[in-house]
C-alpha cells in the first residue's frame, strides 16, 4: 500500500541522496532500524513506489549508505587536479585519509550501523558493495603499478593485494571505532604506517618498515 505524500512533499524532489539522508537521520533519533518500507515512508512523506526506484529494501538502503561514502570520498579526490597523476601509493593514502574524514562526519551513525559487528566486520552484510567498490580501486592501482614493474613485483597478484588491502580498511575501521586521541590523530598515524607498509610489502618488504608498524601496532594494544 501506497503512502501519502503531504502538500509540502509533493514539491519536493526526491532521489537516493535524499532516501540516504533521510534513513541515517531516521536512525539516529529513533536508534533502531526501520521496521519497514512502509513504516519509513509514511514518517518522511514518501511513496513507497519512489523508494523502490532506488532500493529494493532497508537492509538494500544500508548498504547503499556505504557505498555512499566511497563514492563521495572518490568524487572528492578526483576534483583534485594532481589524484590522476599521483603514484599509487599515494592516491591509496588519499583514500584513506580522505574517507576517515568523511567517516568522522557521519561518526554517530557509523558507530551506530557497526557497534554490534566490531569483532566480525569481514562478516558485515552493509559493507558488502563497499568492499566491491574498494576492492576493484585497489586492483586498478596494483595493476597500473604491475605495468611499470619488474618481474618479480608483477608475481603479486591483484586479487591478493585487493583483499589485503581490504582487510587494511577493516582493521583500520575498527580502529578508529575505539580510538579515543584528540581529532583521532593515532587513525592518522596508523593509516600512514600501514599503507606504506602495505606497498613496501608487495615492493621488497623491508624488514624496518614491518618492524615500525609491528611496534605501534604493539604499543596502542597495550596502551
Known sequence: MATKKSPAAKNKTLDRSAIVSAYMTYVLEHEKKPASVYGFCKENNMLESEFYQFFGNIDALEKGVWEDFYTHTMALLEKGSDFTQSSSRDKMLGFFFSFFELLTLNRSYVLFSLKSHKNMLHNLMPLKGLRTHFKSFATDLIELDNSSKSSKFTQFQPSVFSEAAWVQLLFTIKFWMEDA?????????LIEKSINTV???????????LIDLGKFLFKERMA
Do not use: C, G, L, R
Request: net charge negative; proline share 10%; glycine share 0%.
Open 181 to 189: 586521541s584528540p581529532n583521532f590523530e593515532k587513525t592518522d598515524v
Open 199 to 209: 606497498f613496501e610489502v608487495f615492493d621488497n618488504t623491508p624488514v624496518e618498515q
